[in-house]
């Protein structure tokens, strides 16, 4: 598992960003039902504030969606640690991890932050330029190295790295596109909000081996719209 590097006070936080609120949280995603220590332990590690704009550092701890601009927001910590979970839950059953995962919607970078330390490699493609730019430097503040990053259509996904042992999708559309499905081995693992702004469903696909995917209903969730194009 990755340990960050926190070289600056910034980075280390006080009162409302301070190690304290961290472990609170951690507590809180115990409560409300995540069970994988692993995942808990990550997000209990990394700086939620650093992936948002100063004005909201005192709320960077509480469980709850917050704007990073461009219509995107950073998604509440229990949503990104039950993705996680999940994600990880395909690969437990097989005593393994995946060791190659592609994440679609950078965004603020929390949720590559968050895989980055559990997995081998991570690629995450954003399509709006200033947010990658912005996801990249907090990358390399905090020392990030196994993680790739792209500017392009997500719903393009990473062709030329495929195949992937997971995806994970941070905006919904109303289907999983099929190309980016493509890129998933035989016995991988998706996991993707699906659904329109009003009614939407995290949802997990695993491979059988055989060409075929499992889809399995996971909850409901709140998310950005999956959109095409870069900008």
Same mark, same amino acid.
């Given at each position: =598992? ?13 009162? =409302?960003?301070?190690?304290? &609120?961290?472990?609170?949280? !951690?507590?809180?995603? %115990? ?33 709850? &969606? ?12 229990? *949503? ?5 979970? *999940? ?6 059953? %097989? ?10 919607? #950078? @965004? ?8 980055? &330390?559990? *997995? ?29 990053? %792209?500017?392009?259509?997500? %719903?393009? $996904? ?7 042992? !997971?995806?994970?999708? #941070? ?6 596109? #099929? ?5 998933? #081995?035989?016995? $991988?693992?998706? *996991?993707?909000?699906?659904? /329109? ?21 996971? @909850?409901?969730? /709140? ?9």
């Amino acid at each position: =598992m990755t340990v960050y590097r926190l070289p600056a006070a910034e980075l280390k936080g006080e009162g =409302m960003t301070s190690q304290r &609120a961290r472990d609170r949280l !951690a507590v809180s995603l %115990k409560e409300s039902g995540i069970r994988d220590t692993r995942v808990i332990e990550v997000i209990r590690n990394l700086p939620r504030h650093h992936f948002i704009d100063q004005a909201l550092h005192s709320r960077a701890y509480e469980n709850t &969606a917050l704007p990073i601009g461009h219509g995107q927001t950073i998604s509440q910590p229990w *949503v990104v640690a039950r993705m996680t979970e *999940v994600l990880l839950e395909h690969f437990d059953s %097989k005593q393994g991890m995946p060791k190659k995962v592609l994440e679609i919607g #950078t @965004g603020s970078g929390y949720q590559a932050a968050v895989l980055a &330390a559990l *997995v081998p490699e991570l690629f995450t493609v954003e399509r709006i330029e200033e947010l990658l730019r912005q996801a990249r430097r907090r990358f390399r503040q905090l020392g990030i190295t196994n993680l790739r990053s %792209k500017h392009d259509d997500g %719903k393009l $996904g990473w062709p030329d790295e495929a195949p992937f042992d !997971a995806i994970i999708l #941070t905006a919904a559309g109303d289907t999983i596109p #099929t190309r980016i499905l493509d890129q998933l #081995t035989p016995t $991988g693992v998706l *996991v993707a909000p699906v659904g /329109s702004a009003s009614s939407q469903t995290l949802i997990r696909m695993r491979g059988d081996g055989e060409g075929d995917f499992m889809q399995e209903e996971l @909850g409901p969730v /709140s998310f950005v719209p999956l959109l095409g194009g870069i900008g």
